[in-house]
């Protein structure tokens, strides 16, 4: 499981440091692609292939939207390998998309990990508390999906 956020920046190679905590579930390799809110999502390769399995591979071929979506999560996706000191590269047109620069936010999210620029972690965060939701925002959120 992914758990916890941290601050780093990718070098002039492209390459970030994955946290060494997450290491070692992505044994080696990974699929790296485009998520949602202008962030990346970093898929272990199992969870890339339960995926692709569970929600990809049984969109209708016949309805054009179905087809569109499938294209959109394939062309986005990059196999990376990550080397003996946790550097994995991020291809050019996915940092364009992130817009990572320099400063970035590693953040675990249970079974796959989002990589967002600083810039855009920033405009999530609330400026007067720092925080996603306030604690009203998340009351409200639990009792919505029955915690």
Not at 23 to 47: F, M, N, S, V, W
Not at 66 to 81: I, N, P, Q, V
Not at 122 to 145: C, F, H
């Amino acid at each position: 499981m992914f758990v916890g956020k941290y601050y780093n920046s990718i070098d002039s190679k492209s390459r970030i440091i994955v946290p060494a905590k997450f290491r070692d579930e992505l044994e080696g390799r990974c699929i790296i692609a485009k998520a949602l809110d202008r962030c990346l999502t970093i898929y272990p390769k199992d969870q890339w292939e339960k995926f692709v399995e569970e929600k990809l591979d049984i969109l209708p071929t016949g309805n054009p939207q179905a087809r569109k979506l499938r294209r959109h999560f394939y062309s986005s996706a990059a196999e990376c390998d990550v080397d003996k000191q946790g550097r994995l590269t991020i291809p050019q047109d996915l940092r364009e998309y992130a817009g990572i620069e320099k400063d970035l936010v590693t953040i675990g999210s249970n079974k796959t990990i989002e990589v967002w620029s600083k810039e855009y972690w920033k405009d999530e965060i609330d400026p007067d508390t720092g925080e996603l939701m306030n604690a009203s925002e998340v009351a409200e959120s639990m009792e919505q999906y029955g915690f």
